[in-house]
């Protein structure tokens, strides 16, 4: 029998009616459903990593399904900077983007390679992270045979969760909190614990949904987000940034150490990253948004989208234009190419145009 799984509803920014009722609609049948707990949350990119609703998250033991108005990878590596990490969990809803099982096959393709990405070099805990774009599906019904499905199919023993001793600042407590999960993170009186109706998991499988509303005055943020399943720790995202918002941790690992320095609306280091790991989740190109790396079956270049197209720039190009803008903005001079341009970008060469720019030129007819 299924244990209990947290189902996590992220918010919209805005009050758009539709993305309300969609929000609401998948409320009111989570309700009906048995082994899940639902926790209501504001904007998850916009949560402070000290607030209510990011300790609320922090708190959730096992497996966890998080839905939100963000691409999946996106939502999945906020999660991850602050400290809630699993194994991605598989999913069978397509994504906005997404195509059949060639997706799969993409990400395997760049996961084979010999270079160490930071993923690599850190331990996960075992448990299962799900992320749905909202974006991808208006009928809350998809969602919900899909958490069905889930529910039905994942259990986390707990007794795999006492081999796991690493990947948070606060090891020991997360341990006992995965072991023996509660939430105590809430502002006022905490929810009433269901009292348990026998021994065994049934009695864990099937009492009363909850749902538990975090209300936490969320202003918009802006930031970067690594997805460290890229990222090759090269350090270039901190030679370019002039704004000090990346540092590193105490294992000299490449961190987004003061998001809110970034400047809001640029997202010029993306444009430079040679492992295209860096995400602003609300930019408006796909491919900085975190969209994932494949288009109509296709796997391409995503350092060629990571240009500018509406003004012909190359990624280089347009990362040190928006970056002077923000130096002028702030009161500085303009440095241009002279600071901090990754190497690689700047030692390619203009190449001819190929097949891949007629690829390209099919893409921005498509409005990606
Ligand atoms: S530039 Fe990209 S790959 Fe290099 S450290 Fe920064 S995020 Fe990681
Ligand atoms: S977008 Fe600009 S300010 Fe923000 S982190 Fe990147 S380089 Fe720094």
């Given at each position: ?247 590193v941790d105490g294992v000299e690992t490449i961190l987004v150490e003061q998001p809110d ?108």
């Open positions: 029998m299924p244990k209990r799984i947290s189902v996590v509803l992220s918010q919209g920014q805005s009050h758009n009616p539709e993305k309300r009722h969609l929000e609401e609609n998948l409320v009111a049948a989570l309700l009906m459903e048995q082994g899940v707990d639902v926790t209501v949350i504001p904007h998850l990119y916009d949560l402070p990593p000290d607030g209510t609703g990011m300790l609320a998250l922090q708190n959730i033991g096992g497996d966890m399904i998080v839905l939100s108005w963000l691409y999946p990878r996106a939502a999945r590596w906020v999660l991850d900077r602050n400290h809630i990490r699993g194994h991605e969990g598989v999913t069978l809803l397509k994504g906005l983007g997404e195509d059949d099982e060639d997706e799969d096959e993409a990400e395997a393709a760049a996961a084979d390679d010999d270079k160490e990405r930071v993923i690599d070099t850190r331990p996960t805990p075992p448990r299962k992270i799900y992320c749905f774009d909202l974006r991808a599906y208006n009928d809350a019904n998809v969602y919900v045979e899909e958490i069905r499905r889930i529910v039905r199919e994942n259990a986390t023993p707990l007794v795999q969760l006492t081999g796991w001793l690493g990947g948070s600042p606060k090891n020991g407590e997360s341990l006992q909190r995965f072991i023996e999960p509660k939430n105590d993170a809430y502002v006022g009186a905490p929810p009433k614990p269901a009292e348990p109706e026998g021994n065994g998991e049934d009695s864990q499988a099937h009492h009363a949904p909850q749902v538990v509303r975090i209300e936490e005055n969320a202003g918009r943020r802006w930031y970067p987000v690594i997805d460290y399943s890229r990222c090759t720790n090269c350090m270039e995202c901190i030679d370019f940034c002039l704004f000090g918002v990346y540092g320095n970034c400047r809001k609306g640029c997202p010029a280091c993306s444009r430079v990253c040679p492992e295209n790991a860096i995400i602003f989740p609300q930019h408006k190109t796909p491919a900085i948004a975190g969209a994932p790396a494949e288009v109509g079956g296709m796997k391409i270049d995503l350092s060629v989208l990571f240009g500018a197209p509406e003004t012909k720039e190359s990624a280089v190009d347009a990362a040190v234009r928006e970056r002077d803008e923000q130096l002028l903005l702030a009161g500085r001079s303009a440095v241009g190419a002279a600071v901090g341009i990754a190497r690689r970008q700047a030692s390619r060469a203009p190449e001819p145009r190929d097949e891949l720019d007629d690829l390209l030129d099919k893409l921005d007819a498509l409005d990606l």
